[in-house]
């Protein structure tokens, strides 16, 4: 079985450009989950996909947006960078359905700085 | 809207000690809270869920719902125990989680 692996592992960018993360979901996984943790805080929800459609939203401006392929790999994307931008994006995939196979399983992350 | 707080940023205890977590939610309904662990190096992983009612590694969770509290407790804490802490509650089955801010646990020998 291959867990949630995340790519790349670190990306340095500049304000008002754009960024592409990507995210392979563990086998079997039909849901896919974004969070951005900031340095010294708990990870928050961006958006959660489900069979290649939105289904959730946190409370984050429309400039991320994201994506889930037929293969349920999902791309989390970022517009007009930001300083605040700057953090760790943690990708979490599950299969809703019932207690033994609805836990998030987390990948490693992706550390993105903005200069 | 929901919300988890973790009163403590830091907690040092000393080997074979009891260690408690604190973790507090506000809301209205009925909530899922979990425990998630993340050890030096590692990604953040389940350690356990209110609705197993189980011991991991030998902590334990219970929902207070009087309180809205949801406290990680071990009665003798171990080396292996010194990692990053975070609380977490989720509305619906496939929802968004909502995290606590962390506790450091440093377990000293």
């Known amino acids: 079985e291959t867990g949630v692996t995340q790519s790349p592992t670190h990306l340095i960018k500049t304000r008002g450009q754009q960024v592409t993360l990507r995210c392979s979901s563990q086998s079997g996984h039909n849901t896919v989950s974004w969070y951005q943790q900031a340095l010294g805080q708990g990870p928050q929800f961006i958006f959660q996909?489900?069979?290649?459609?939105?289904?959730g939203r946190g409370n984050f401006p429309p400039r991320f947006s994201g994506l889930q392929f037929p293969n349920y790999s999902s791309e989390l994307n970022v517009n007009a960078l930001e300083l605040d931008d700057s953090a760790l994006y943690l990708c979490a995939s599950s299969e809703p359905g019932g207690l033994s196979t609805d836990t998030q399983y987390f990948g490693p992350g992706t550390r993105l700085t903005v200069l | 809207a929901q919300r988890v707080t973790q009163p403590e940023k830091l907690l040092s205890v000393f080997k074979g000690a009891p260690v408690e977590l604190k973790c507090n939610y506000s809301?209205?309904?009925?909530?899922?809270l979990f425990w998630y662990v993340q050890y030096s190096r590692q990604r953040l992983q389940l350690l356990l869920r209110h609705i197993s009612r189980e011991s991991i590694k030998g902590f334990t969770a219970d929902l207070n719902k009087g309180e809205t509290s949801f406290h990680l407790k071990k009665p003798f804490a171990q080396e292996e125990d010194s990692a990053m802490y975070y609380c977490?509650?989720?509305?619906?089955?496939?929802?968004?989680?909502?995290f606590g801010g962390g506790t450091r646990v440093l377990v000293k020998p």
């Open positions: 809301y209205s309904g009925s909530p899922e």
């Open positions: 977490a509650l989720r509305k619906a089955a496939g929802n968004k989680l909502t």
């Open positions: 996909y489900y069979r290649e459609e939105e289904n």
